[in-house]
């Protein structure tokens, strides 16, 4: 379990990371993209507009948490800020977030998926960063379990790059699939971590 307080949303923030793959999983499998005209087929657009609608209401929630933690506004461990979480979720999610939302209007417009990419790729090394820090300077409370849900995330992001860059199948596939794991992974730290902040 993450070292932090009972009365938080950290909890929450858990349940739209793990939304977030599944419906990233999702999209991979069921939507039909050419990487040579970085768009989506037309005639999905119903399809790929409305998981970007889902994906824009998960990414927008997340920004907003994580500002809220990188501004100060969550909860404090004792008397002291804790400028620690502030980087390791606060920074995460606002820029997660961002991410999210800059590939909920790719999907609503139906093309620009491999500029989000590059983006995606950039934040990928940030959550190894984080990754590191966590197993390196033991911040939570298991950091083997938080480095193993930071690094989840991170390796479908580095994959995205091939993903939406060459006309292969398997390479949605996989991508898929990695987004499907570390949703799995989030929900199932999710379900229990919102019993113990309730218990508390």
């Known amino acids: 379990m993450l070292a932090a307080p ?3 949303y950290l909890d929450s923030m858990m349940w739209s ?3 977030s793959g599944v419906i990233m999983g999702v999209a991979a499998l069921r939507l039909r993209y050419s990487a040579k005209t970085d768009s989506f087929d037309e005639g999905q657009k119903n399809v790929s507009s409305g998981l970007g609608v889902a994906l824009f209401a998960s990414g927008l929630y997340l920004f907003l948490t994580g500002m809220a933690i990188s501004f100060g506004l969550f909860p404090q461990f004792g008397t002291s800020p804790s400028w620690t979480y502030n980087i390791l979720f ?3 999610s606002g820029l997660g977030g961002l991410l999210l ?3 909920a209007v790719a ?3 139906g093309k620009g998926l491999q500029a989000c990419s590059y983006f995606a790729s950039i934040f990928g090394l940030y959550l190894i960063s984080d990754a590191y820090s966590v197993w390196t300077y033991k911040l939570t409370s298991d950091p083997t379990k938080t480095t193993l849900l930071y690094l989840g995330p991170a390796v479908a992001l580095l994959l995205s790059i091939p993903a939406v860059h060459f006309e292969n199948k398997w390479s949605r596939v996989v991508w898929a699939a990695f987004a499907f794991a ?3 992974g ?3 730290f999710a ?3 919102t019993p113990t902040h309730l218990g508390s």
């Open 6 to 8: 009972a009365f938080d």
């Open 90 to 92: 606060g920074g995460a």
């Open 17 to 19: 990371i793990a939304a």
């Open 182 to 184: 570390f949703a799995g």
């Open 101 to 103: 939302l800059s590939v």
């Open 191 to 193: 379900m229990t971590v």
């Open 107 to 109: 999907f609503y417009r």
């Open 186 to 188: 989030w929900l199932y």
